[in-house]
């Protein structure tokens, strides 16, 4: 067996990162495309190497000469590469192609082993190694028939999105038996050389072929978790580093990239908070049915959507502003709010890390469950000097909840004491509690100037892709402030339209919570019957679990990921002072179980 690279491209869409190297050497986490792909070959024991260079090819062949491969190595040169496409490269190496059962590889992939392995093995001689299409893939895509025989190469001009679910997408490594070489795709490949030229791609060849009777070509599907990237850019880079980062770095490399997930589809997220019920099909599809006119249009200004929010939650438009999701208008409360402000630690930390160290005062929760009461916080904040006090209920990470009562009592005694009181009620509609849960109530905040409420639209209504949020007081000085201080444009038009079609779903949102509310009724049973981890009771849709005896929070994330599922690790968070907890996002009962079922197999 034999393997025949095709690495003559230059890469323009790289940049400076192919300046002056080829695309084969650019490097995924301090290790070049060709050094990783020669040694999966060398491992493999291939008879020998054919390599097609043309751009900076004598820099490719020195610095693989650099390489320990004991495989024989053979160059052919394209001098024409930058007139050519790769059909050309593959042209000039057909007559080795028909001597020996070849792979053929493209020099900008990168691949876990045991995909080579798979091809290898598969005993069915000639392959096109495939996966299911995902919105991410680029490139050459087919549908296949029951047998795995390919039925059609779909050209650009023919893709339907609709059709997606029965597309796969060629992975752009190849097994040719040299009988088919010899008898199919050379001849083929020669003919079209001779007809349509060379500036084309080779698998036009393979669509030709698929067109005869006889179905000498089958594909190999792999598995969602056998990982592979095709790199053409300097975001084709940026994701395969994240996914073939070595298993201590690569939690901290999905980590940093707070959210966009979609670029991996196998991967389940327990770490970003959202509701699992809602937004419901209908709701979506009225959104889809609206998707060209609101891609094509401006959104309104601040003063129609805060009109917007004003309706949902039945408060008069001067007592709400409407942000970018929460985020941007606790950026901007944060900048209003003078003197000392209190603050539970743990907690999120988006609001403690707009605010200098000197004006936050702590307060740490007694006990293991970080558990506390309105009077906790009335009786270690009273003394102090204080401007304002910032309370996330339920609380995150911990979960733990304040009931309306006690949220009262506070709003009583900030008042009393001129203190801004700002509640985070982010996640207060998964609590269950038979009274209302929501502050954001025109009589309450009358009542109670010094109140600033704030809600996550995007976590409690499933919807963080819309990046919603609300701000309400009927402080309308400060509502004025933040409006001011926000653009005007600051939500799209997606946004702004569920924010108008939201009051037709009110009844559907309600079922959503409750279903939600016994779902995690029934995820922390099982959850609890994971004998190293103390699952802390949570008014919330996360639990906060502590590691214990087996694992440490981060091995444990770090394990999970090995199983496509991300966890928030806290053990790096103010306020465990070292202590080891995870958090675990509740989600639908088949991705919880899936979860279940990885942490009981560790």
């Not at 062949?61 to 496409?85: F, G, H, K």
């Amino acid at each position: 067996m034999q393997a025949i690279i095709l690495a003559a491209g230059m890469g323009k869409r790289l940049g400076d990162l192919t300046k002056d190297n080829t695309k084969a050497m650019v490097k995924v986490n301090g290790v070049s495309l060709i050094e990783r792909m020669l040694g999966q070959i060398d491992r493999q024991g291939f008879e020998r190497i054919i390599i097609v260079i043309g751009y900076q090819g004598a820099k490719l062949q020195q610095y693989i000469a650099r390489l320990s491969i004991n495989t024989p190595i053979i160059y052919v040169n394209n001098p024409i590469y930058d007139q050519t496409n790769n059909i050309y490269s593959l042209f000039l190496a057909k007559d080795y192609l028909v001597e020996q059962e070849t792979i053929l590889f493209e020099s900008d992939l990168i691949f876990d082993d045991i995909v080579l392995e798979k091809l290898i093995r598969y005993s069915y001689p000639n392959l096109a190694l495939v996966a299911k299409f995902e919105s991410w893939m680029d490139g050459t895509v087919l549908t296949i028939d029951e047998d795995d025989h390919i039925k059609h190469f779909i050209a650009p001009e023919n893709f339907s999105f609709e059709d997606i679910p029965h597309y796969y997408k060629t992975v752009n490594i190849y097994k040719f038996s040299k009988e088919f070489s010899a008898k199919y795709y050379v001849p083929f490949l020669v003919a079209y050389s001779t007809a349509l030229g060379n500036n084309a791609y080779y698998e036009q060849v393979l669509r030709v072929i698929t067109l005869l009777d006889e179905k000498e070509l089958k594909v190999l599907r792999l598995d969602k978790d056998d990982f592979w990237y095709e790199i053409d850019d300097i975001q084709d880079l940026d994701i395969a580093e994240s996914i073939f980062a070595p298993n201590d770095n690569k939690l901290k490399k999905i980590e940093q990239r707070y959210g966009g997930y979609w670029r991996y589809p196998s991967l389940l997220d327990f770490c970003y908070l959202v509701n699992p019920f809602f937004p419901n099909s209908k709701l979506l599809a009225e959104i889809k049915s609206n998707f060209e006119r609101l891609i094509s249009e401006y959104p309104s200004g601040m003063a129609v959507n805060s009109l917007l929010a004003a309706k949902n939650f039945r408060v008069r438009q001067e007592h709400i502003a409407i942000g970018n999701g929460a985020a941007e208008l606790i950026k901007s409360l944060d900048t209003m709010l003078p003197g000392k402000v209190g603050i539970t630690y743990p907690t999120f930390e988006e609001y403690p890390n707009r605010l200098p160290a000197e004006r936050i005062v702590p307060f740490h929760p007694n006990g293991d469950d970080f558990h506390y009461t309105a009077q906790n916080l009335i009786d270690f904040f009273d003394p102090t000097d204080l401007s304002a006090l910032l309370i996330v209920n339920p609380d995150n990470p911990s979960g733990n909840y304040i009931d309306r009562q006690g949220l009262l009592s506070l709003c009583e005694w900030s008042k009393r004491k001129g203190i801004t009181l700002v509640v985070d009620e982010s996640f207060a509609d998964f609590a269950q509690d038979d009274m209302p849960n929501t502050l954001i109530d025109d009589t309450l905040l009358e009542q109670f100037p010094q109140l600033v409420v704030v809600k996550s639209i995007s976590k409690s209504y499933g919807v963080p892709g819309l990046r919603l949020g609300v701000l309400a007081s009927a402080d309308t000085s400060l509502i004025q402030a933040v409006k001011r201080d926000v653009a005007i444009w600051n939500i799209n038009s997606f946004a702004e339209f569920f924010m108008q079609i939201y009051g037709k779903y009110e009844n559907a949102y309600r079922q959503a919570c409750l279903l939600f509310r016994q779902e995690r009724e029934r995820f922390h049973h099982e959850l609890a019957d994971i004998g190293w981890l103390r699952v802390i009771p949570s008014q919330a849709n996360y639990f906060l679990c502590e590691v214990r005896e087996r694992f440490t929070a981060t091995a444990l994330a770090r394990l999970l990921l090995e199983h496509n599922i991300l966890i928030k690790d806290c053990s790096r968070k103010k306020g465990f002072e070292g202590g080891q907890y995870v958090r675990i996002a509740v989600r639908n009962r088949h991705d919880n179980e899936v979860l279940i079922k990885a942490l009981k197999n560790l």
